[in-house]
Each structure stands twice: as C-alpha cells, then as structure tokens.
C-alpha cells in the first residue's frame, strides 16, 4: 500500500456567488471498509451550479466543492470491512455525495467500498467518470419514484408489467435522460417517449427511443397529446422529468399528467436560472411548484438520489456490481465527454461552472483532470 499524503489540494467554495479557491484539506486514511481513491477525472454536473451561485445544500464556507463523480484509481484499502473485492491499483468510478472526504473535487477521496464501481478493462477513466451520478440517479428515481420495476439479475423471459405503457421522458438529451432511455429499453420497457431539441432525435432513437418530441416547438405539447389520442386514460401513467425547470418542463407535463400519472421531477425545481447577472431561486419541495395547475390525482414526486442508499439492495449492488456490468457489456454507453481546460484543478472546474452557467452542455458531460500530471 502506497503512503498517503496528510493533506491535499482541493476545489472550495468561499462564498455564494464568489470564484473558486483552492484550499488544503487532510486526506483521510481508510477505516474498516473503506478505500482511499486518487482521483484523476471529476465529471461535473448542475449541482455543482446548484451549489456555487444558489448554496444549495450547503451548511458552511469554505464549502468543499462536488457531489458528483470522479474517477480514478484505488491508492488505500482499509483493514477488513466489506471492500467489495477492491484491492489498490484498481481503476474506479465513484458517487460520493457527503462532503468532506468524500468531495470530488480533490486529489484523494475516502469512501466506502460500496460507492465504487471498478471500471471494466477498455473504458478510459475519462468516459467511466460520466456514468455513476447520472446511471444511479435512473435506478433511484425510476423505482423509487415512478414505482416500476428493475429487478437485477433480469430474471430469464422477465417482461415488466407495464411493458407497452407509454413512458414519457422529457430532457431526455441531458445526462439523465440519455442513460433513462437505455435502462428502460434494456429492462424491456417498450414504449419511451423522449423530448429534447431536434438535433439530438437521432441518437435517442439509436438508444431506442420509440418517437422524440422538440421542446423548442412552441406546440410540443400538442404534439404529443396529438399522438396519444386514441391512448387510454392516464394517456402517460409514467413521466420523468429529467431537468426539472418551473416554466420549461414542469407547466408543460401540468398540462400532459392526468389523474393517475406518476412524475418524477429531478430536485431541484429551478424557478430562476442562474445567471451571471442575478442568482437563482430553487425550490426543494416539489409540492409548492404549480399549485392548482395539476391534474386531481396526478402523483408529482421529487427525485432526491441521495437517499438510494436506503434500499439496501442498492447500496450493496448498484455501484459495486450492477453498473461494472452494465458497461462492461456495452448496455450502458457512457455520456459523450467534453473536456474542460485550464491551467489548474481551480480553473479548470471554475470554467465548467462558466459553461454549466451559459447552458453551453447539450447531450454530453463535462468533465476535467483533477491531477496535474
Ligand atoms: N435530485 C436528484 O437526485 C438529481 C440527480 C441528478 C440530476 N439532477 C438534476 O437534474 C438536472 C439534469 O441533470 P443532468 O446532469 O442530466 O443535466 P445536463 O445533461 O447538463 O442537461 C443538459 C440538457 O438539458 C436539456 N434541457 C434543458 N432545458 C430543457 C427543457 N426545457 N426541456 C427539455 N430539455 C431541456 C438540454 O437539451 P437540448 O440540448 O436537447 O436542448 C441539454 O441536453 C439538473 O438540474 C441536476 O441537478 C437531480
């Protein structure tokens, strides 16, 4: 076993609203369970946006920066413990999600061996680290909020019950909404109905989207109810909306859930987009969103992944086993990458905040070498 550094270079938030710093924080040894991972790829994501310009889910500053992926290798195994197999050396993909030592965006995270997944040979570290978030996001909110199922192993001629019933996922080009589409087709959901801006419609049917909808067409919602017409009542009993934005999708779905629809809107409800002008206005309960403007017995839930952990199904598998799987066997593809530059760790993450911020991330994931080497 390699000696650890006592401290380390990590991405912090001073403030609200504030640049990036960067400030030394201890690395933490592994306890009984536990492995150390250098991290070498961090993938970021809208919570880092939700988190620097609206200090969602932060209690204090200096904020460590990252609750998303990273990727990397195993450096420290702990004593005993559950290590799911891990040894050092091994390449890994990670979504950690506590803070403090498990930030992402640091040289060296300390995590339980169950929220790691070992990359399988052939996938660069750079492609794994779009995965875990995102891919987990989909096994939470889809069978924790929408209620269908995902039974892992996929017993032999397993068909869901709801196998022909429509399934709508709209932004359904974001990173979510990409590894939606081929869980549920891989599940054997046969009827997904995806919204996202044209360009992207190829591909989502390439991924077995049964028809795709453009947002940006100011009768989108026609367009789809126009389809759906001769479908019975709730015409969508399924929705997953996978940005979940007042004026942009949650008026639009208002209009499509009907009594008995179940929709799982991705927190948080972003109310005002941040901008570099003004900050944004989040809303964490999904209830006070569009009062009155639901449908009498539409279920509107929403979708905190940081509680998968309490099936404990999940926690021992999903990351450990079902996902290696899944990639390893091509069912999952990773997101495309768009590398983010600069001369630091700190500017290279403050740049992904500035393209996050602009909205220039359209059907790929943004992602940056923490280590300088
Ligand atoms: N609460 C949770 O558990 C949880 C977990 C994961 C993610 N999230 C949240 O879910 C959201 C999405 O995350 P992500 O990483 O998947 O985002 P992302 O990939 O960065 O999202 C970018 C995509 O959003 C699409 N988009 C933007 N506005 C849209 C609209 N009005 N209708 C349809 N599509 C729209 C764009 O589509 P086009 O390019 O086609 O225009 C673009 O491809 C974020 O706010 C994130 O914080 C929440």
Redesign the pocket.
Known sequence: MSTLPSTQKAVALPAKRSPLIEISTPVHPPAAGEVVVRVQWVAS???DL?RADGGLLISSYPAPQGGGGAAGTVVAVGSGGDLKGLQVGDHVSVFAFHGGKEANQQQYITIPAYLASKVPEGIPLQAAVTVP??LV?VF??VTADLELELPWPIPKNWKPKAVNEPILI??A?????IFAIQVLRHWGYANVLT???S??HEYLKSLGATVCFD??KFDVVDNILDYLKDAEEPKVPYILD????LK??LEPLAKIAQRGSRVAV???V?VKDASEEEEPVYEMDVSKCLPGKWADGAIVRG????FYLQNEFFKEKLQPEILPSLLAQGIIKPNNQRVVEGATMVERAQNALTL?RS?A???E?LVYRVSEA
């Open positions: 994501s809208p919570l939700h978030v995102n996001t939470h909110s709209w932004g080009s974001s990173s979510v909404g919204v996202s801006s360009q992207h947002y940006r996978c940005i979940g934005s942009g999708t991705m927190l948080p972003i979708v905190r992944t940081h996050l909205k991330v359209s059907g994931k």
